[in-house]
């Protein structure tokens, strides 16, 4: 799959490389901004079963 992505990047090594660090960017703000709290309210994590003693 990274292969297939890499040969379908447009220019040489260089921008290519650019083009991949930019994409995996904005990816991970994406997860982060809107993917990560539209899940957390469906997740347990919230719940706490350790209380002081």
Known sequence: ???WIWRH???PV???TI?????????VLAL???VFPAVSAL???QDQTVTDG
């Open 1 to 3: 799959m990274y292969a």
């Open 9 to 11: 990047l447009p220019g």
């Open 14 to 16: 260089w921008t290519r």
């Open 19 to 27: 083009v991949a660090v930019l994409t995996l960017a904005i990816v």
């Open 32 to 34: 982060f901004e809107w």
């Open 43 to 45: 997740l347990p994590f």
